[in-house]
């Protein structure tokens, strides 16, 4: 059962993930956002399996809940009016399949070359605590860049979003 589950969860994520980039159903912004939720939800179910239940709590409270309603806001605070009757241009679209194929290319490549390295150990404690020392310790800073980066695009969303009142 829990190999049918994996390739449930595995197969929903991507191809919700490819419907965030490419949705044929509807060029709004928002559509793509929620299909971005239903991807973080199957990634949840994947760390479920993997018997990782902190981070599948975090995963849905945190991305699905807080990021999405920040990208929803920002999104909504746009006006996506002239974007939406804005057409697809050829030069663009042949730009971003040659940047993302390089990058793919790019990532294969040093994925192949690089060696297998040793199976990581589990600390002998449990729960949240080695979790939380971990973050706020070794990992503090990309921690706090994070949150430098959200607090960045709300200031831009509120930029963005200001009238000219001239």
């Known amino acids: 059962m829990q190999d049918i589950l994996f390739y449930v969860f595995a197969g929903l994520a991507l191809i919700c993930g490819f419907l965030v980039v490419a949705n044929p159903f509807s ?11 239903l991807t973080i939800v199957c990634l949840a179910g994947l760390f479920v399996l993997l018997h990782a ?12 809940g807080a990021v999405m309603v920040l990208f929803l ?8 009016k002239v974007e939406e009757r804005r057409k697809l241009k ?3 679209m042949v730009g971003g399949l040659i940047s993302s194929g390089a990058i793919l290319f790019i990532f294969l490549h040093h994925l192949l070359r690089a060696p297998l390295g040793e199976p990581a150990t589990l600390p002998a404690e449990g729960g949240t605590i080695p979790l939380g020392k971990l973050l706020f310790t ?3 800073l990309p921690f706090e860049a994070v949150s430098i980066v959200l607090l960045v695009a709300m200031v831009g969303v509120v930029l963005l979003s200001k009238k000219d009142l001239k």
């Not at 060029?27 to 939720?37: D, E, G």
């Not at 239940?53 to 699905?64: I, N, P, R, S």
């Open 27 to 37: 060029r709004s912004p928002v559509t793509s956002a929620m299909f971005l939720v």
């Open 53 to 64: 239940f902190f981070l599948a709590a975090v995963q849905v409270l945190v991305y699905a």
């Open 73 to 80: 806001f920002v999104i909504m605070l746009l006006d996506l």
């Open 90 to 92: 050829v030069f663009s």
């Open 138 to 140: 070794q990992y503090l």
